[in-house]
Structures are given as structure tokens and as C-alpha cells.
């Protein structure tokens, strides 16, 4: 029986793979994806979140490295750490039975092993732009040279990653993979930016079609899952974490899978211990954590061995936990698309889901630009009252809150970042110093 994949190029033991996780039907990303980057073409990608763009690069460059299994095929960049590690999870689910080589190059792991997985030139190489431009600055030839000859560079979470922040370990990375008229590039994003758009413009060399642009049903239109409930909760900004445990713990809530989003460390790590301290199932995921520390908890989490995962942006991309039933945005983000990809966390794959935002008194400006971006209005959360929180939740959770504030304190939390900002800014006051004392 011919599989659906065959008929769109994907190689037989690759689309048998594929059976074996019973996927079966392409997306529409996928069909009209995957036989383009097979003939050759860039890609630019847009579909919204869940809509399986990770086969719909990793189907095609799978398919052409088992015709040609060479050194370093591909190099897959993408903005978080959990994002690579999910990557090369899906990868080597797929490539299992031929024996694929993957190495994952991300902050946090020791960067020696990395070293030495790099210089045995794994097929495909999942990066982070920071931790593979500190490779390639510090690490040698023996170690980078074979990322001069890569057939294939993958953008995920493109808009994020051609943002500022990323601008000069990307250019980091690129110096050293081969020219672009020698390598297939492929951008793929569940927000189409202009930064984004604006490449598909760049000039193509006449050794290479022209790059193919596909965006499914306009993914700005239809930027939030069909079956998704967008509430919000207009509330006081001094009782919020009473109002959390009230509708984590309220009948409807009390066995579902949530993240809760929040915009600081600090206010993840408050959280985490606070609703500890009530003995909810709780775990975190944020950038003062050890990577140990956020596998971990990233683990715990899919396994259902914790059934609440407060986080910062770093699980708002991409991340796929089939089993979580609701997002609460407890910080509304200062950027709408930053809420698309929030609550793109649940109703995926065609599932149902709900998504609650907390507003305060300030956050009403950020809440009208959301609503303007998903072409939508929010409905009010009806199952919380003021009265219900002040009387069955307001003391007990101020109580955890204080405990949790005192027991950070004793512990010296984010003491290790403050450390590392000032070590960073000596360090620049150094290079600018000696920068000008050259000039003279």
C-alpha cells in the first residue's frame, strides 16, 4: 500500500517510521512543504502552532541524507534549549532504525562533550545560535569544520530567532555554514513577521528555484487554535496568586494538565514555591534553572508527575504536551504574538483547550492589542468570584507566598545572575576601554 508520504517523496523506510508513530496523513503544511524542499527549493513556512511543521522540514532532509548519509548534513537552529531537545527527540524517533547521529548543542550542557560529539560529525546537529557562535569562536577547526560543508539549514521559530537578540550569534553561525547558493534554507514559524516576509525578496541565484512561500490559511487570520476558549479575569494586582490557586483548584480545573505563563523569573521561582507550600503538583521551567534541572521538570511534567508547570517564554515555542487542558497568562506579554504562541500550547491537533488571561488595572492596553491580533474578543471567566477567593483562598495563599518569599531569601535566589551581570558589564568596561586606549 503506497502511504501518503510515499506520494509526496518521503523516502519508504522513512514513511514505515512514520506509520510505526501512526502518523498517516500529511498536514497541509506538510504536503505542500515537503515535495518542494525535495526539488530543491528554500522554504518559508507559516502554520500555526501544532500543525506539524517539524516533520515538514525533518520528512525532506531525512529523506535526501539516507540517499547520501555524508559528514554533517543539517544544522537546525531554534531560540530554546526544550525546543532543540524536543527536535532531536522527534529526529531520532525517526530515524531509529538507520542508526541517525544527532547532537544537541545547547547553554547549560558540558560544552567539552559537545566538543567531541561535534568532532565525530553527527548527521544532523540541533543548536541554539548562542551555545554553537561560543563553538565556533572557542572550539577550533577539528571541532566546527565540518559545519563548512552542511546541505541543509533550518530556522525554527524563525520570527524569534531574526530578532534582535539573536542577531549576532546568528551571524556567528552563518560565517561559517556554506554560502546560501550552496545550501537549502528553510524558515519555519507559526508568525509570518516582516522580517520573515522580507527574505522570500532576496535576490535568488540562478543555480537555485525560487523560494517557495507557504503560508496555511493565512496564519495571521486564524492565529489561535479553532477549539480554544480565550477568557479572561479582571482582577486586583495585589490578590493574583489567591485567584491562581482558586482556579487551579476550582471543581472544573482540579485534575487539568495548565502552564502558567509568567513574564519574570523571579515570579515563576514565588509561584513554583507558593503553590508548593499548598500542595499543588507543581513544577518550573525558566532561565535562572540549571538545564539538568529544567529536563527534568520538563519530564516530570509530560510523565503527569506534576500537574501545574509555571514558566516563563522559554515553553511558550513550540513545545508539544498533548495533555494540557489550559494556559493561564498570569503577566499578559508586552508582544500579542508572544500570547499567540502561549496559548498555542493547548487545542492542538484538533483537541479542545482553554486559555485564561489575568488582567489587572495596567494591563488593559495590552489586552485590547491582543484581541486585535487574534481577531477576537475574550469572554469573562464566570467561575471565579471576588467573594469565593477572599473568603477560601486569600489567607492560606498569603501565608505559602510569605514562606516561599523567606525561603528564597535564606537560599540567596537569582544571587547568581546578579553575579553574572556584573561580571559581563566589568567585562565589557574592559574590551571599551582597551577598544579606545588602541584608537589612541
Known amino acids: ?47 500555526k502552532t501544532g500543525s506539524g511543521k517539524t516533520i515538514a522540514f525533518g520528512a525532506p532532509m531525512l529523506t535526501k541524507w539516507s540517499e547520501d548519509p555524508m559528514g554533517i548534513f543539517g544544522v537546525i537552529l531554534t531560540p530554546t534549549r526544550e525546543l532543540a531537545l524536543q527536535i532531536a527527540e522527534q529526529f531520532a524517533a525517526l530515524g531509529a532504525s538507520m542508526n541517525i547521529r544527532i547532537a544537541v548543542v545547547v547553554g547549560g550542557e558540558d560544552i567539552v562533550k559537545q566538543a567531541i560529539q561535534l568532532q565525530n560529525r553527527p548527521h544532523f546537529v540541533i543548536a541554539t545560535p548562542g551555545r554553537l557562535a561560543d563553538h565556533i569562536l572557542n572550539s577550533g577547526e577539528d571541532t566546527v569544520g565540518g559545519l563548512r560543508r552542511v546541505k541543509y539549514l533550518v530556522l525554527d521559530e524563525a520570527d524569534r530567532l531574526l530578532s534582535n537578540s539573536f542577531g549576532s550569534d546568528l551571524e556567528r553561525c552563518f560565517s561559517i555554514l556554506p554560502a546560501a547558493d550552496k545550501r537549502q534554507t528553510m524558515l519555519f ?119 501545574v508547570l509555571i514558566a516563563t517564554d522559554v515553553a511558550s515555542r513550540g513545545l508539544d504536551i498533548p495533555s494540557v487542558q489550559l494556559v493561564i497568562n498570569y503577566d499578559i506579554p508586552g508582544d500579542a504574538d508572544d500570547f499567540v504562541h502561549r496559548v498555542g500550547r493547548t487545542a492542538r491537533a484538533g483537541r479542545s483547550g482553554e486559555s485564561i488571561s489575568f488582567v489587572t488595572e495596567k494591563d488593559v492596553e495590552r489586552i485590547l492589542s491582543i484581541e486585535k491580533r487574534i481577531n477576537k474578543k475574550m469572554d469573562k471567566y464566570e467561575k471565579i468570584s471576588d467573594n469565593k477567593v477572599i473568603k477560601s483562598s486569600l489567607k492560606e495563599t498569603s501565608v505559602a507566598k510569605r514562606e516561599a518569599l523567606m525561603d528564597m531569601e535564606k537560599e540567596g535566589f537569582g544571587e547568581k545572575r546578579k553575579n553574572n551581570k556584573r561580571k559581563h558589564d566589568q567585562e565589557k568596561l574592559v574590551s571599551t576601554s582597551k577598544k579606545s586606549k588602541g584608537k589612541k
Open 1 to 47: 500500500m503506497t502511504s501518503e508520504f510515499t506520494s509526496l517523496g518521503v523516502s519508504k523506510w522513512l514513511a514505515e517510521s512514520l506509520n510505526a508513530m501512526k502518523i498517516y496523513t500529511p498536514t497541509a503544511i506538510q504536503k505542500a512543504c515537503i515535495p518542494k524542499i525535495l526539488a530543491g527549493h528554500d522554504c518559508i513556512g507559516g502554520a
Open 189 to 307: 514559524t507559526a508568525t509570518v513577521t516582516d522580517a520573515v516576509r522580507a527574505l522570500k525578496d532576496k535576490p535568488v541565484p540562478e543555480s537555485k528555484p525560487p523560494v517557495f512561500v507557504h503560508e496555511v490559511e493565512s496564519v495571521d487570520k486564524v492565529a489561535i487554535p479553532e477549539k480554544l476558549l480565550t477568557n479572561y479575569l479582571f482582577l486586583p494586582s495585589y490578590v493574583k496568586e489567591a485567584y491562581l490557586f482558586s482556579v487551579l483548584t476550582h471543581e472544573d480545573n482540579k485534575d487539568s494538565t495548565a502552564i502558567v505563563f509568567v513574564n519574570r523569573t523571579h515570579t515563576a521561582e514565588v509561584l513554583r514555591r507558593t503553590l508548593r507550600n499548598l500542595e499543588v503538583r507543581v513544577t518550573s521551567l525558566h532561565s535562572e534553572m540549571p538545564q539538568s534541572e529544567r529536563t527534568n521538570s520538563l519530564h516530570r511534567f509530560k510523565a503527569g508527575a506534576a500537574r
